[in-house]
Every structure is written in C-alpha cells, then in structure tokens.
C-alpha cells in the first residue's frame, strides 16, 4: 500500500491542485484511490471526489482526537492514499496541535513537501532543509516543486535540495482552481477536466519514485457495530447545501439512520424522520417558500441545521430573525462549544468541538440558544430544531450521531 500527506510550506502553493491532479492520474492507471483533507475543510474535498470517484474523508485531531484520526483512515485505506494537508505543514490551532504534520505522524505515513518556485532557485536548498529537518519524527519522502519555469529553472533547485525531488509542474494558469469568499469553488460547481489536470501535474514527475517512495504498511481497520435501519434522515443534497463530513453521515448510518437526499431548492422533502441541513451556499441560490418543510418542522419533525442550514431555516422563518450578508468574516476557526439545554442531537451541558466559517450574520431577537462558547450564546434550539453556525464532526462526538437517529426514531410513525 502506497500512502503519503500532500503538504506545503504555506498557504497557496499549489497542494489542492497537485494532489486532485495525482489522484486522477493513479486511478487513470487502474489503482484504488482514496482522499484524505486534513483539517475542517469541505471544499477541498469535493475535488478528491471528482478525481476519484470516492467520498474523501476528514482528518481532524483538533474536532475528532488521534483515536478517531486513525480509525477513520483505517477504514477508508486502498491501494494509493493521498491526505491533502492544510496551510504550511507545520501550522495548526493553537500550539500547533492538529497541524499537517501532526496527522501524518498520527497515521504513520511519510510528507510530500509542496514548495512555490516561483522567484526561488539555490534558495530552494534552505527552505526544504529547515522543514525536512524541524521534526526528527517526521518523515519527508521528497518534494515537488510548483510553478517552475521550465527544465534550467528546476535543475537548480533540484541540485539545491538533499531530499529527493519527484519532479516539477509547470506555472500554468488554465489549470488554477477558482475562488470565492469560503476559499475555492466546489467542483461540482464548475466544469473539472480531470484528465487535463492530471497530464499537467504529472508531465514532469516521476510517479514509479513517488510509489516506491510512499510504501507504508496497511493498517488494520477496527471492527464497527452497526445497528439495524431504524430511522430515515433526509439529508439535503443540492447547489445550495454540500457541506457534509463523510464520517458525520457514516456515523448516522452504524447509529442506524436510513439516508436519503433532497433538494430544498426544488421543493423537495422525501419521507422521512428527521432532516439535515448541512452547510454550502444557500445565499447564492434563490429560495422559495418550502411548504411541505415549513408544515413537518412546524409539526415537530427534528431539525439539524449547520451553518447554511441555519441560514436557510431563518429564510423559512422556522429561526427567528434575519440573515445578513457582509464582505468580511464573521465567523472563523475552531470552536469548543458547551450544549445550553437539551436538543435533538445533545445533551445539556455536553462540552464537544466543531468549527465556524461564515460572511453572514445572524441577526435575531433574544432566543433560546443551542450552544455556548468563549464568544457567548451561540445558534437556536427549540423543541424540535437544533440551528447554528457550528459545524459539529461526530468523530469527536458520536454520541450526537446517536442521539441525532434517537430523536428521529422517536418521531417515526407519527408522519410527514
């Protein structure tokens, strides 16, 4: 088995595109590919899953723990596991904990280094020695330089280097990955020629190095009781709601959720027992009013709602108040959050871990809150609806998994 960890040494080197480019070129060549995105972000993945036709999995130490870091890649591992790391490979929250280079020594598998060189050449030599040599207990496999300017550029830096170099990849704009305010567009967004993508990325590296380079032994996956169907979650599925982590639906599922998906922008609703409301772009999309939705949740069907979820609940008016839009953050980062009351999905006073990402702002009267944290109340929960601009992973929090298809058994029967 072939794993290695896609990192930089920053933010904005080319990590997302190198690694989507590799994955769609080693399962061009026949091999199982798994995605791997280290840290809360939903975006990224959504690229694995277009090159690889597999779900890519979160893998967080900060929201989920090492237990759950390495339970999860046990269980997802196939012949080439590619884990794109986030910002530079030693950055983190906080002290560090959580970094790229954590989880590559959480899960035992060597460091590509991603180094921008553009503007670098004999230079090239220090940067990549203080990173292969920062962390004696981490491996550093070899390094891929972005953005070269040709052959001459790159036997500069390939002789400035003591680490193996599988190669380069060429500045080339047409294959620049598109942005917005969240960090890239989702690539079901936009059109994604994964074969030009990958002859780009590979045309200059050596991938039969890269493979005898990354060889690690294959974990052992952990057993995982799954409980028998006993409840239906409608997920909802469209342009306007993607943000789900896998682990947070596989978690649903072994608590014993049936899924199904809808799309809330095309009035949909399938039978069901409760709903969740994941996180995208629902301020991009025009939404009506959804009948059908607003009578169940009015009714009592249990509500899930994160982030974008919240937003479009407070457009139904099933949420107190108003959403606005502004050209900054105001809401980003990690959070440790303490439930207020007992809700759907958790116990009062249960402390767990999630993050926020968001350019809205929630504006409402006083309400009942879900949650609190360092910042204050946070989010809505009422009888039936949890809603907040948190992103929870159940990783670190099965229990919420569990309570979640609790909640929806105990509606089922009583009807949509």
Known sequence: MRSFVIAGTQTGV?????????????????????????GPD??????????????????????????????????????????EGMMGLFDGPGNGRG???????????????????????????????GFATLDPRLRIAGVIFNRVAGEGHYEYLRRAVRVPSFGWVAQDPSIALPERHLGLVPATERPFDAVKLARSVVR???????????????PRPASVRKRPARATIACASDEAFSFYYQDNLDRLEAAGAALKTFSPLRGELPEADAVYLGGGFPELHRATRHRRLREAVSAGLPVYAECGGLMYLVGQGLVPGRI???????????????????????????????????HSRWIHPRVPAAWRHDRGAEGY????????????????????ALRFVDSAERWRGKGL
Request: hydrophobic share 45%.
């Open 42 to 83: 939903y975006i990224d993945p959504s690229y694995h899953r277009r090159a690889t036709g597999r779900p890519s999995r979160n893998l967080d130490l900060w929201m989920g723990g090492t237990a759950a870091v390495r339970r999860c890649y046990a269980a997802a591992a196939a012949d080439v596991n590619i884990v």
């Open 99 to 129: 970094s790229t280079a954590d989880v590559a020594k959480a899960i035992g598998v060597p460091v590509i280094l991603v180094v921008d060189a553009a503007g670098l050449a004999q230079s090239a030599g220090a940067v990549v020695h």
């Open 14 to 38: 080319g990590k997302t595109t190198i690694a989507a480019g590799l994955m769609v070129a080693f399962a061009r060549r026949g091999r199982s590919v798994q995605g791997f995105k280290v």
């Open 324 to 358: 606005e839009m502004t050209d900054r953050l105001q809401g980003f980062g990690y959070r440790e959050v303490r439930a207020e009351r007992d809700t759907v999905i958790v116990r009062r006073g249960r402390h767990v871990r999630g993050h926020e990402f968001h």
């Open 381 to 400: 929960a009422q009888k039936n609806i949890h809603a907040s601009y948190v992103h929870l992973h159940f990783g670190g929090a099965p229990e919420c």
């Open 204 to 218: 200059h590296l050596d991938l039969d190095l890269l493979l005898e380079r990354t060889r690690v032994r294959a």
